[in-house]
């Protein structure tokens, strides 16, 4: 058998050699070589001032692998102002785009005018770090945020279905600059919320105002904190807030069990009887207001017309009502005979409300129905118990 001569390295010794190489290979391919390249910043100065002129630098750089990138200023002291901090990155080609503010305190600030120098620094996978520097100077700084004070809500609670408050707020401020001002809601999670597109506030006394709604709907009854946020051209931002208690945020529920009215022949002038049960199906109690089950209307009447106006109705309470076919209020107010439910009505409570109607019509026939109306809400009931009415001369 012939054997490997002297100096001949063993095949063992050959596959190692070449995994060593093939290993190396492919390190070299992964983690070495320029991690960063192509820095720049553009232009070299700015003048975060608000005229929209000069007022935005773009940092852009290039990663040739993965990494983890944080981008800040250092001042001629060597203060420091991060822009981006440790954030993940694949390979490819980014844009930052510095308006003059950084944040500071939650808020957006601009920073002081002056030599800057902009730090671009990257740590891939494997550890590699690098940085790429730059030069940027900062003129003419409009430094001054628009200061928010005063904040108060009037009033402080609210509910969206409780008669005995009202279902909004006014927040109001004092700005100290001219500025563009944006209400928020916090709500206790933490989750903030946008309620108003931003307008443009000059310095002074203002206010906005709150629906009691958040994303279009009730929320939960709780304390939430209203913030009035300011921000002026340059970027400067400024907060105040307050506190505002959402309360009978549970939405009532009731339905009609039953209608009837009667006669249902009549001599014109008559008077046409209404019955109507209302039963509270929901776990709120139904406040209510006039006229008193009993009250008598005239085909000519509506509930905001008779007693001098006193039944014109208010928010969140509950009354029954009359409509007909081509009546009074095909256009303006609905169901014009309205009655209250003559108490309180507890959950689970059924109560039946009696009324009457002296028809005055020259009309061969009147065809009625009921409803029940959450005022100032919805109709919460429409259109049941349909009668048709004759009426003879």
């Known amino acids: 058998m012939l054997g490997l001569g002297k100096g001949v390295p063993s095949l063992a010794a050959l596959l190692s050699g070449l995994l060593a190489i093939a290993f190396a290979i492919l390190l070299a391919g992964c983690g070495s070589g320029t991690l960063i390249s192509a820095t720049a910043g553009a232009p070299a100065r700015i003048t975060p001032n608000g005229d929209?002129?000069?007022d935005v630098a773009t940092i852009a750089y290039t990663l040739a692998r993965p990494a983890k990138v944080s981008v800040y200023l250092l001042d001629e002291g060597a203060r420091r102002y991060t822009l981006r901090d440790n954030l993940a990155r694949p390979a490819g080609d980014y844009e930052l785009t510095f308006d003059g503010t950084v944040e500071s305190g939650g808020q957006r600030l601009v920073v002081p005018a002056g030599q800057y120098k902009y730090v671009v620094e990257a740590t891939d996978d494997a550890?590699?770090?690098?940085?790429?520097?730059?030069?940027?100077?900062?003129?003419?700084?409009d430094t001054t945020p628009p200061k928010i004070a005063n904040v108060a809500a009037n009033p402080t609670e609210i509910s969206p279905y409780n008669p005995d408050?009202?279902?909004?707020?006014?927040?109001?401020?004092?700005?100290?600059?001219?500025?563009w001002v944006t209400l928020y809601v916090v709500e206790p999670d933490g989750r903030r919320t946008r309620l108003s597109e931003p307008v443009l506030q000059e310095a002074g006394e203002h206010a906005l105002r709150w629906d009691g709604l958040i994303r279009d709907k009730v929320p939960a009854a709780g304390t939430y904190t209203a913030v009035v946020q300011a921000k002026d051209d340059a970027g400067n931002t400024a907060e105040g807030s307050t506190q505002v208690t959402i309360s009978g945020?549970?939405?009532?529920?009731?339905?009609?069990?039953?209608?009837?009215?009667?006669?249902?022949?009549?001599?014109?002038?008559?008077v046409v009887k209404v019955e109507i049960t209302v039963r509270n199906t929901g776990?709120?109690?139904?406040?209510?207001q006039?006229?008193?089950?009993?009250?008598?209307?005239?085909?000519?009447?509506?509930?905001?017309s008779v007693e001098g106006g006193r039944y014109i109705d208010k928010a969140n309470l509950w009354r029954v009502g009359v409509d007909w076919e081509g009546g009074l209020g095909a256009e303006g107010a609905r169901y014009p005979y309205r009655w209250g439910l003559g108490k309180d009505l507890a959950p689970g409570e059924e109560t039946t409300v009696v009324g009457y109607i002296r028809v005055l019509e020259d009309f061969p026939s009147l065809r009625l129905y009921a409803g029940l109306i959450h005022e100032k809400v919805k109709y919460q009931v429409d259109r049941v118990g349909q009668q048709l009415i004759e009426i003879s001369y």
């Open 52 to 54: 929209r002129i000069d």
């Open 127 to 141: 550890g590699q770090r690098e940085e790429r520097q730059g030069s940027l100077v900062v003129a003419d700084a």
């Open 165 to 179: 408050l009202t279902s909004e707020t006014f927040v109001s401020y004092r700005l100290a600059k001219r500025a």
């Open 249 to 270: 945020a549970e939405e009532p529920d009731a339905t009609i069990v039953r209608v009837n009215f009667s006669p249902h022949q009549i001599v014109r002038g008559d």
């Open 283 to 288: 776990n709120v109690v139904l406040r209510t």
């Open 290 to 304: 006039g006229p008193d089950p009993g009250f008598t209307y005239t085909t000519k009447d509506t509930f905001a």
